[in-house]
């Protein structure tokens, strides 16, 4: 069985997590986000998660015989500011030999109900996988597309 369980600071549960959320966040940056230096995005974890409240951010993880096999970490965008406009699902991952379907499907109604709850009524998400996938599964419009330049590479195409 595989719980999917969201991440509160009153839970000491939670507190006990921590360790992992903190490591699997970090190395999800490292392997696929060059945008985003993975300390800060743990340091903004942790900020949250001592201070925070439930308005700011949301983290999920799935369960299973005692070790976290999934993560969603999202935040309210813009990040702290008093007039909120949509959901950042920063990210999602599920390890590799897991099968959690329905687990997903319950954390992703989860995030639909914390943005309704705050009155917002989009989603953005930022993925590596292939975007017709995410459309398909869980009906993402293509809403913007970032582009990325390599300034070395542009420099010595262009010699």
């Not at 201070?51 to 949301?58: I, R, V």
């Not at 989603?123 to 590596?128: D, G, P, R, S």
């Not at 996938?133 to 010699?159: C, G, P, Q, V």
Request: glycine share 6%; hydrophobic share 45%; charged share 30%.
């Amino acid at each position: 069985m595989i719980e999917a369980y969201r991440i509160d600071r009153e839970d000491p549960k939670s507190w006990s997590l921590m360790p992992i959320v903190f490591w699997r966040v970090y190395e999800f940056c490292r392997r696929t986000d060059g945008e985003t230096a993975p300390r800060d995005a743990v340091d903004m974890i942790r900020a949250w998660f001592v201070l925070g409240n439930d308005t700011q951010m949301a983290i999920w993880v799935l369960i299973k015989d005692g070790a976290v096999v999934g993560h969603c970490y999202a935040t309210t965008e813009p990040y702290g500011a008093d007039h909120l406009r949509y959901i950042l699902i920063r990210q999602v991952n599920v390890d590799k030999h897991i099968y959690a379907p329905d687990e997903c499907k319950l954390v992703f109604d989860q995030v639909l109900g914390w943005a309704e709850g705050m009155g917002l009524d989009k989603i953005l998400m930022l993925t590596f996988r292939d975007e017709q996938a995410m459309m398909r599964k869980w009906h993402f419009e293509k809403y913007k597309s970032l582009m990325s330049l390599n300034i070395k590479a542009y420099k010595e195409d262009m010699i």
